[in-house]
């Protein structure tokens, strides 16, 4: 059974940084790419950042610059280091299983002004 848990989502003023982190209970995780996605009150959940298992990354155009998606295939984590927060990163964030339907519990982050 396939389970990812979240955490390192808090309270942060506006500059300051969070780091995220994913842990996955997946067979042959180092196989899979993943994923990062938020969503925001009232809004539709987002793709943030993906790595690939070559560790190619990508990121939405909102975080580039102040994000970095990492992996370690060991521990079978994925990790988002935020720098540079904003009021508008406030959102739950989920990991996930690139092109699955295997999802995290999502984190909150919080970014006060």
């Known amino acids: 059974q396939v389970r990812l848990v979240e955490s390192g989502g808090g309270l942060v003023q506006s500059g300051e940084s969070l780091r995220l982190s994913c842990a996955a209970s997946v067979s042959n995780f180092r196989l899979y790419a993943m994923g990062w996605y938020r969503q925001a009150p009232g809004k539709q959940r987002e793709w943030v950042a993906k790595?690939?298992?070559?560790?190619?990354?990508n990121y939405a155009d909102s975080v580039k610059g102040r994000f970095t998606i990492s992996r370690d295939n060991t521990e079978k984590r994925v990790f988002l280091q935020m720098n540079s927060l904003k009021p508008e990163d406030t959102a739950v964030y989920y990991c996930r299983v690139e092109t699955t339907t295997y999802w995290g519990q999502g984190t909150q982050v919080t970014v006060s002004s």
């Open positions: 790595i690939t298992p070559a560790d190619n990354t």
